[in-house]
């Protein structure tokens, strides 16, 4: 059975947000849900969306691990927005770290590099 992952961000401005993210993700979203509520379908099961919910914004981390790590971190700048940190971890784990308007944190991780 498959299982259906939905991580929610909650955000104080929707409109500046769902900008936002859709320069992260690359694309509008998948759907939107509510006239506050947008979703970014990254997977087959696998999806991210916004609500607009200014108590709890700025309280969430998300971490998604990709296997395309340099390129999408790449395009990412490409689009405008630069990660607030880079990480290397002591196994080589890579991670670039992003922060909306809200303070939120995505994490995009990447596996450590070949060495020869």
């Known amino acids: 059975m498959p299982l259906d992952m939905y ?4 955000v104080r401005d929707y409109p500046t947000a ?4 859709a320069l992260l993700l690359g694309s509008e979203p998948s759907y939107v849900a509510t006239p506050t509520e947008a ?4 997977a087959e099961y696998r999806s991210i969306f916004i609500e607009q919910n200014a108590e709890h914004a ?11 790590f340099d390129i999408r971190v790449a395009q ?6 630069k990660p607030t940190e ?5 196994n080589g784990v890579r991670k670039a ?3 909306d308007p809200d303070g939120n944190e995505i994490g995009f991780g ?6 020869s």
């Open 18 to 21: 769902k900008a936002w993210y």
């Open 7 to 10: 991580a929610g961000i909650y």
């Open 97 to 99: 770290l992003y922060h």
């Open 58 to 68: 700025g309280h969430s981390i998300v971490s998604l691990f990709v296997d395309d």
């Open 110 to 115: 990447g596996a450590p590099l070949a060495t």
């Open 76 to 81: 990412i700048s490409a689009r405008g927005l």
């Open 39 to 42: 979703v970014w379908e990254l």
């Open 86 to 90: 880079r990480l290397t971890y002591r």
